[in-house]
């Protein structure tokens, strides 16, 4: 996404007229402290004691979250260094689903490290290499660490599910959702030839609605389409029926309905009506060719075709989601149909409806398809967005743990391990990328000191404790978030799959060098046009024409 991370070698920041050029030191310096104040603002939410942030945006909205992506992406941040932090953030997001706050932590804390490398003096060059064979080392120690699995270990994967909701929306009915998640997930996991687990998150949809309680979630097989038929006429519970979905409107053709119409008499006014009668119920009656008893159309059906589909006993939905029409498909073993002219029996799929008239939900079972439906309730707007952040990055722990079948111990475990093993690896190596080296390790250390500072304890206390269980071989022993203890977490359920982990160490080490990296920031002047931000122009990322004020004034909205 970002046109400094494509350039080759070493990049330049282009920045607004305003400012003046900035190198070597001081233009670090600056990246520096631009993309350690982001992720800063992040870590207070890290953990199961970590807060939330209210967002508030320039139009009103309000979001209110715990989940790190989620807070840098409505942040309005305008400044290009921090710009790259943020990418950190959905790099992990798209690769892991989870593990965003601390990805972005890692990243704030290995600039920390960098800066005071660089006051001894220590070339960027030098850090990067070192932080580069920290990265590489932590990936392979990670492996030597993580715990193989049973991928059907329903236990574990529940446990999974509950450490990446704990401290989340989702918290309060954890174990409910947390068998759900796993149900969900299994449902949807298929076993490939070569003996390998591949959960097919395509199959798995989520559906949410307002005015119930969390506990109240459940999981569906099939679709669960959140619509009213057209016409009150009309069957609604079906079974084998043959589906079309359709996506065009079945209206009258928009060339003739936008002609202007001169209309001399009353018989001229008859004809044209009769005209339009005529095309939609040739469009229904090409519907009922096809042998379809349901039809869900994307776009809308004119009042006149509802009645002549109600009148020909044709289910049929409109204005229904992409999304769902997609989910539809795969769930029915139907084709999406856009030329009604060619459609035909091939095209349909089969399945069984029934209504929800309470709930006003259409449940879809196709015949042997494996689509499950999570479908999601809570009390508010707010409570369901926040539950469905929550829900996604647990699904996609759990799928994680399916297919990759490692495991880690949470609470810091992972993370004070992996930094005693840093530490001795640095002294095999030369040079002061050693030093580099070392500091990778303590800033992975960042992550017990953070979440124990968000549970009100002495990081520095908590810090030793841990060394000293790790010293003794325990290397599974995390931080206890409620106790304040120190004890084997990975006995106490506290897991996390491995692949997240060594893709947020990756991730902010690539991120770290990519800042590290820049030394020099010339004011582009009159590159950036004037007014067209939103176009990003050729300040590149982020409307870079920010100037070196920092970030930009979006941040004010953040509580
Ligand atoms: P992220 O966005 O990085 O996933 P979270 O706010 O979800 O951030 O916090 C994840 C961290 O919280 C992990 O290090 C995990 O081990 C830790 N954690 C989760 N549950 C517990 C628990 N019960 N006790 C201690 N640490 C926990
Ligand atoms: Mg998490």
Do not use: W
């Amino acid at each position: 996404m970002s046109q400094q991370q494509r350039m080759q070698g070493q990049p330049m920041i282009i920045m607004g007229e305003d400012a003046q050029r900035m190198k070597d030191k001081d233009a670090q310096e600056h990246n520096i402290a631009a993309a350690r104040a982001v992720a800063e603002s992040v870590q207070s939410t890290l953990g199961p004691k970590g807060m939330d942030k209210m967002l508030v945006s320039s139009m009103g909205s309000v979001t209110v979250t715990n989940d790190g992506v989620t807070i840098l992406q409505e942040m309005d941040i305008d400044n290009p260094t921090a710009e790259m932090i943020v990418e950190v953030a959905e790099t992990q997001e798209n690769e892991a689903g989870d593990g965003t706050t601390t990805a972005v932590a890692i990243a704030g804390e290995l600039l920390k490290q960098a800066e005071e490398l660089l006051e001894q003096d220590i070339h960027p060059t030098a850090i990067i290499r070192g932080f580069n064979l920290a990265s590489e080392r932590a990936r392979d120690e990670i492996d030597d660490i993580a715990i193989d699995v049973d991928r059907e270990d329903e236990d574990l994967l529940r446990k999974v599910a509950e450490t990446s909701m704990t401290g989340k929306g989702a918290e309060l009915n954890k174990e409910h959702l947390s068998q759900l998640i796993v149900d969900a997930i299994q449902a949807v996991t298929v076993e490939a030839d070569d003996g390998s687990y591949i959960p097919d998150l395509e199959f798995l949809n989520i559906e949410t609605q307002t005015g119930a309680a969390a506990g109240d979630s459940e999981l569906l097989h099939g679709a669960v389409i959140d619509k009213d038929p057209v016409h009150e006429d009309m069957p609604v519970d079906l079974e084998d029926a043959s589906v079309l979905l359709l996506d065009q409107p079945v209206e009258v053709d928009e060339a003739e309905a936008d002609a202007s119409l001169s209309v001399d008499s009353p018989d001229q006014l008859q004809q044209f009506i009769e005209q339009e009668e005529q095309q939609l119920q040739e469009k229904v009656d090409k519907i009922v060719e096809t042998g379809a008893d349901v039809v869900f159309c994307q776009k809308g059906i004119d009042d006149m075709a509802q009645h002549y589909l109600a009148k020909e006993g044709v289910l049929a939905l409109r204005r229904v989601k992409k999304s769902d029409m997609q989910f539809l498909a795969e769930v029915l073993g139907a084709g999406i149909v856009s030329d009604l002219d060619t459609a035909g029996a091939d095209d349909l799929g089969t399945g069984d409806l029934s209504r929800d008239e309470e709930a006003e939900l259409f449940y879809v079972e196709g015949e042997d398809s494996h689509g499950v439906t999570l479908l999601l309730r809570g009390s508010t707007e707010h409570v369901v967005d926040e539950l469905e952040r929550g829900i996604n990055d647990a699904l996609d722990v759990v799928a994680s743990t399916v297919s990759d079948g490692r495991v880690l111990a949470g609470g810091g475990a992972v993370e004070v391990e992996l930094a005693r093993r840093l530490r001795d690896y640095a002294d095999s190596v030369e040079g002061r990328e050693q030093l580099a080296v070392e500091a990778f390790g303590d800033a992975v250390e960042l992550v017990p000191r953070v979440l124990a500072e968000n549970a009100g304890l002495d990081p520095i206390d908590t810090l030793v404790d841990l060394r000293a269980a790790h010293d003794d071989g325990d290397v599974t022993a995390g931080l206890n978030v409620f106790s304040g203890d120190v004890e084997d977490t990975y006995e106490s359920g506290v897991v996390e799959p491995a692949h997240a982990k060594e893709q947020a160490i990756s991730s902010a080490a690539e991120a770290a060098n990519l800042v590290l990296k820049i030394d020099d920031i010339i004011s582009a002047g009159d590159l950036s046009t004037e007014g067209d931000g939103e176009e990003g122009g050729p300040g590149g990322p982020g409307g870079a024409p920010g100037g070196m004020g920092g970030m930009g004034g979006g941040m004010g909205g953040m509580m």
